[in-house]
């Protein structure tokens, strides 16, 4: 079954620090994978996306990894500022007929303290 | 370039009543999908649409749910009768294929429903 699991679920961390967001799938044949961030009552905005052969992508502060073996990805973000709380949302595409099968996951929601 | 436009922004009705959404995706995007997000959780795709041609609607709850594409540009998406756990974030997004193969959504702000 294609699965995206994100952990934590939640997350308080102060500004200036840096954090690390998880993500694991389970979809087969894997396409891309895509790092969304979503701020409260927006839609959510495309922060990286990867393919199969890239194992590293950044933007700004946020620096996207992928694991095609293990099936894993994280997110770092770096220097964290009070911007930075949103929901976090790991969404990951596999090949279907027609087009693509897109398995968003259930979010990390990161609270930035002053 | 212009974002996904989505309206309303919120609605509130009672249950067992209709209700409607629009969008309009970004020009020249072939593909439109409608999510329904419930509080806490990641956006769950309705209904996935290729110009004006449905791709996937395999979790769009077809005995209350219905959406169109006409024109293969803007889209609805209504909801008849509702029910309380109808009550979520109605996302709306559009994309283009980059590079042939990557498959980069745009999402629109969403209709917020709330269902008394």
């Given at each position: 079954k294609n699965q995206v699991e994100q952990s934590p679920q939640s997350l308080i961390i102060l500004e200036?620090?840096?954090?690390?967001?998880?993500?694991?799938?389970?979809?087969?044949p894997f396409s891309n994978l895509r790092w969304y961030k979503q701020d409260t009552g927006r839609g959510p905005v495309s922060l990286t996306i990867m393919t199969f052969s890239e194992n590293t992508k950044s933007n700004g502060r946020y620096t996207a990894t992928l694991d095609a073996d293990t099936?894993?990805?994280?997110?770092?973000?770096?220097?964290?500022?009070?911007?930075?709380?949103?929901?976090?949302?790991?969404?990951?595409?596999?090949a279907?007929?027609?087009g693509f099968k897109t398995i968003f996951g259930a979010g990390t929601r990161l609270f930035v303290k002053a | 370039e212009a974002g996904v436009a989505?309206?309303?922004?919120?609605?509130?009705?009672?249950?067992?009543?209709s209700v409607a959404f629009w969008c309009n995706p970004i020009s020249g995007h072939a593909t439109l999908y409608w999510y329904q997000q419930i509080l806490g959780q990641g956006p769950k795709l309705l209904i996935q649409f290729q110009n004006?041609?449905?791709?996937?609607?395999?979790?769009?709850?077809?005995?209350?749910?219905?959406?169109?594409?006409l024109k293969g540009v803007d889209s609805t998406l209504k909801i008849q009768p509702?029910?309380?756990?109808?009550?979520?974030?109605?996302?709306?997004?559009?994309?283009?294929l980059v590079r042939g193969r990557i498959d980069t959504q745009y999402f629109g702000p969403g209709t917020r429903l709330t269902v008394l």
């Open positions: 200036g620090k840096n954090c690390t967001l998880q993500c694991n799938y389970t979809v087969s099936k894993q990805s994280s997110l770092h973000i770096t220097a964290s500022q009070l911007s930075d709380s949103a929901s976090y949302i790991c969404v990951v595409s596999a279907a007929t027609g | 989505q309206s309303p922004r919120y609605k509130i009705i009672e249950k067992r009543q004006n041609g449905v791709v996937d609607d395999s979790q769009l709850p077809k005995d209350r749910f219905s959406a169109e594409r509702a029910k309380l756990e109808d009550s979520a974030v109605y996302l709306c997004a559009s994309s283009h």
